[in-house]
């Protein structure tokens, strides 16, 4: 079964830095992509970016501006580095896998074919 778990997120000056982490278990991040995605209640999933099994990274928009994504297969687990926090940042910020395609170590075209989500972490930008 496969179960990814955020954690790190929590309230934050305008300017600051989080680092958040996606433990996974019951796959290897060495055979699977992560993506990570933010969403506000009652708006449209955001996406924030993708790393493959390998290690290449994508970013949706913009985002690698200040925004990086990082893994330690060792410990299973993926990060999302957030620098120079702005309020619009505000969020809940998921991982998630497509670990049911036929592909799953790489990061999926469509985000419709991520298919296992974590519960999400949220994170706060504030004065």
């Known amino acids: 079964q496969v179960q990814l778990v955020e954690s790190g997120g929590g309230l934050v000056q305008p300017g600051g830095s989080l680092r958040l982490s996606c433990v996974a278990s019951g796959i290897s991040l060495n055979h699977y992509a992560i993506g990570w995605f933010r969403q506000v209640p009652g708006k449209e999933r955001d996406g924030v970016g993708c790393?493959?099994?390998?290690?290449?990274?994508y970013y949706a928009d913009s985002k690698q501006d200040r925004f990086t994504i990082s893994k330690d297969d060792a410990k299973n687990t993926v990060y999302l580095q957030l620098d120079s926090l702005k309020s619009e940042d505000t969020s809940f910020y998921y991982c998630?896998?497509?670990?049911?395609?036929?592909?799953?170590?790489?990061?999926?075209?469509?985000?419709?074919?991520?298919?296992?989500w974590g519960q999400g972490t949220q994170v706060t930008v504030s004065s």
């Open positions: 790393i493959t099994s390998d290690g290449t990274v």
């Open positions: 998630t896998t497509p670990h049911e395609t036929p592909f799953p170590y790489l990061c999926p075209l469509s985000n419709s074919d991520f298919n296992s």
